[in-house]
């Protein structure tokens, strides 16, 4: 059974940073493409950002220079680290394993509010 279990969601001021996680299971991981999507109340599913299984990332336009993706093989675990966050950063975050035809986290609450 495959699991995406998504973490490190929260309240953060504006200015501020997190770090979401997520651990996979059920799949041979190194071998996925991961990514991470955001679905603000009353916007589609868009996507933040993705990392290859050779290490190359890919950013939304809006993310660029403050967001960073990373995987760990060993650990299963894809990364996200988001700093100056902003208001319009607020969203329902989504991990992703191969695609829109792969696999989903159930997500993680981010808001950005002082």
């Known amino acids: 059974q495959v699991q995406l279990v998504e973490s490190g969601g929260g309240l953060v001021q504006p200015g501020g940073s997190l770090r979401l996680s997520c651990a996979a299971s059920?799949?041979?991981?190194?071998?996925?493409?991961m990514g991470w999507y955001r679905q603000a109340p009353g916007k589609e599913r868009e996507l933040v950002a993705v990392?290859?299984?050779?290490?190359?990332?890919t950013y939304a336009n809006s993310v660029k220079g403050r967001f960073t993706i990373s995987r760990d093989n060993d650990k299963n675990t894809v990364y996200l680290q988001m700093n100056s966050l902003k208001p319009e950063d607020t969203a329902v975050y989504y991990c992703?394993?191969?695609?829109?035809?792969?696999?989903w986290g159930k997500g993680t609450l981010v808001t950005v509010s002082s």
């Open positions: 992703n394993a191969g695609g829109s035809i792969g696999y």
């Open positions: 059920g799949i041979i991981f190194r071998a996925y493409g």
């Open positions: 990392i290859t299984t050779r290490d190359s990332t």
